[in-house]
């Protein structure tokens, strides 16, 4: 979304995403015919957008970008861009991926919620059982 009607926050996202690759906001859900390292970048900042931040408007510019990208190439990649993009120890974090991934339908959420109850981080084990009780 372009215009007046965007969050500074969905500006700032937008101007990062196309610092990587121009025009590649607009065309999240083709990511999958990007340069692979590049799609990765994107991809990652996106996800901290969402799970990093501390700001509600970051984590829904994040959010709404997030659900543009395709399922099936998010399930294939998510997993070694999430290694590196977001604390999966810091319970925030933790939270806010579980909840991106459950409003963005990705298959999975139910790996990560066993990985979570298995954490000897109560903060942890209570997010991951909070996810766990609404599957």
């Known amino acids: 979304m372009t215009g007046s009607h965007s969050s500074p926050q969905q500006r700032l996202l937008r101007d990062q995403i196309n610092a990587i690759i121009p025009n590649a906001y607009d065309q999240l859900e083709n990511v999958a015919s990007f340069d692979q390292e590049l799609a990765?970048?994107?991809?990652?900042l996106i996800t901290q957008f969402?799970?990093?931040?501390?700001?509600?408007g970051s984590i829904v510019a994040g959010?709404?970008?997030?659900?543009?990208l395709p399922g099936?190439?998010?399930?294939?990649?998510?997993?070694s861009i999430i290694s590196r993009a977001v604390n999966l120890k810091d319970a925030w974090e933790y939270?806010?991926?579980?909840?991106?991934?459950r409003e963005a339908k990705i298959e999975l959420l139910h790996t990560y919620v066993a990985s979570g109850l298995k954490s000897s981080d109560p903060e942890i084990q209570e997010a991951?059982?909070?996810?766990?009780?609404?599957?």
């Not at 991951?128 to 599957?135: G, S």
């Open 40 to 44: 990765c970048r994107i991809v990652s």
């Open 50 to 56: 969402c799970c990093a931040a501390q700001n509600m």
């Open 63 to 68: 959010r709404n970008a997030f659900k543009k």
């Open 72 to 79: 099936n190439w998010l399930t294939v990649n998510i997993p």
């Open 95 to 101: 939270r806010r991926f579980l909840e991106l991934l």
């Open 128 to 135: 991951a059982t909070d996810f766990a009780q609404q599957e």
